[in-house]
């Protein structure tokens, strides 16, 4: 059985628990172990135990100028796991908050410039995407949900882009062989995601007097290759 590891760093215990069985699903398998950064510091150790790592989203934004103490541990510890990644140590697909804690990290520039609201969104892979061995075959395009507020200003130096849009050029990239970037979040279907909307209705990611509009439109969305990203990622790294 393929050994696969959810990081979880949503305070909101009933997104986190739903988004756990969201990646559970678009994995495709039984049982993906969860770590919660909010609940219990990173042990290091553990990661070597699995053979894919995914990162779910959280409403905290690297640009936030006040950050609690739980917060600047969250990326405190995620960007030790990046470095792993990078260093080929552990195969690593961030999502969401955490494309900006990679991103600082690696000496970038977080924007709140591109943001994009609770939707259904096409993205284009690029030539590296389209020969990627997780994005490839979801070329020359595909159906994402994003729901962010800040992204990545431009690709960070040592990155490859991996898919890209007018709104948000920067949706995906890869560095070196082990780290995934995603400013989306390929796990949920589309009731996941109009489930999910119920815990952050008035935080920003969309009109709260538009809520059954905005829901309507993501329950009569069509997007399956999320899902198919995070499951090819498990099959690449299934023997590392």
């Known amino acids: 059985m393929v050994s696969l590891l959810y990081v979880c760093v949503r305070p909101e215990l009933g997104a986190a628990d739903a988004e756990h069985a969201s990646f559970r699903r678009a994995l495709g398998v039984d049982v993906v172990d969860r770590l919660d950064l909010l609940a219990e510091p990173l042990d290091a150790a553990r990661l070597a135990r699995?053979?894919?790592?995914?990162?779910?989203?959280?409403?905290?934004?690297?640009?936030?100028?006040?950050?609690?103490?739980?917060?600047?541990?969250?990326?405190?510890?995620?960007?030790?796991?990046?470095?792993?990644?990078?260093?080929?140590?552990?195969?690593?697909?961030?999502?969401?908050?955490?494309?900006?804690?990679?991103?600082?990290?690696?000496g970038g520039e977080v924007t709140t410039d591109t943001p994009e609201a609770?939707?259904?969104?096409?993205?284009?892979?690029?030539?590296?995407?389209?020969?990627?061995?997780?994005?490839?075959?979801?070329?020359?395009?595909?159906?994402?949900?994003?729901?962010?507020?800040?992204?990545?200003?431009?690709?960070p130096q040592g990155a490859v882009l991996l898919a890209t849009n007018d709104t948000c050029p920067v949706q995906a990239y890869r560095v070196g062989t082990h780290l995934y970037t995603a400013q989306?979040?390929?796990?949920?279907?589309?009731?996941?995601?109009?489930?999910?909307?119920?815990?952050?209705?008035?935080?920003?990611?969309?009109?709260?007097?538009?809520?059954?509009?905005?829901?309507?439109?993501?329950?009569?969305?069509s997007v399956t290759e999320g899902a198919a990203l995070l499951r090819r990622f498990a099959q690449t790294f299934a023997a590392a």
């Open 50 to 106: 699995y053979s894919g790592v995914v990162v779910g989203g959280s409403p905290f934004n690297v640009s936030d100028v006040e950050k609690s103490a739980a917060q600047l541990r969250v990326e405190s510890d995620l960007e030790h796991i990046a470095r792993l990644a990078i260093e080929g140590r552990i195969a690593v697909f961030f999502t969401c908050f955490s494309i900006g804690v990679v991103t600082r990290m690696l």
């Open 118 to 155: 609770a939707s259904a969104t096409v993205i284009e892979t690029t030539e590296a995407g389209a020969a990627d061995p997780v994005f490839g075959p979801s070329s020359p395009a595909l159906t994402v949900f994003t729901a962010h507020k800040e992204s990545a200003a431009a690709l």
């Open 184 to 221: 989306f979040h390929p796990e949920p279907t589309p009731r996941d995601f109009a489930d999910r909307m119920t815990f952050y209705r008035t935080t920003g990611y969309f009109d709260p007097d538009e809520f059954d509009e905005v829901q309507g439109q993501v329950l009569a969305a």
